[in-house]
């Protein structure tokens, strides 16, 4: 079982910067996909960003693409998200999400292990 813990939620204005961190609690080369969503009160789980286990591939949804940034370190079992001009309604908690297998999309249901979430708050 993978515990994921996510931390580097926070207050910003929009427009600011936030980097989020998901620490594992066992070597991430076990594990081939890690992923980031996001969720709103009252709204669905939305994906936000995956990256493969050797982090040469990444996938955006389309909403982030040119501003937020996945990246992973093996070697620290961390998965990273920098989020830059954040818009207020990006607010959410986000989820890091890891998966067993070789699924690359953005379908929260295929995802194996989650964490608890950190609270991103953007105000205007």
């Known amino acids: 079982q993978v515990q994921l813990v996510e931390s580097g939620g926070g207050l910003v204005q929009a427009g600011e910067s936030l980097r989020l961190s998901c620490a594992a609690s066992?070597?991430?080369?076990?594990?081939?996909?890690m992923a980031w969503f996001r969720q709103a009160p009252g709204k669905e789980r939305e994906f936000v960003a995956v990256?493969?286990?050797?982090?040469?591939?990444?996938s955006y949804a389309n909403s982030v693409k040119g501003r937020f940034t996945i990246s992973r370190d093996n070697a620290k079992n961390t998965v990273y998200l920098q989020m830059n001009s954040l818009k207020p309604e990006e607010a959410a908690v986000y989820y890091c999400?890891?998966?067993?297998?070789?699924?690359?999309?953005?379908?929260?249901?295929?995802?194996?292990?989650w964490g608890q979430g950190t609270q991103v708050t953007v105000s205007a």
């Open positions: 066992e070597h991430t080369n076990k594990i081939y996909v």
């Open positions: 999400a890891a998966d067993g297998g070789s699924y690359l999309g953005a379908s929260p249901r295929f995802y194996d292990f």
């Open positions: 990256i493969n286990r050797s982090g040469d591939y990444t």
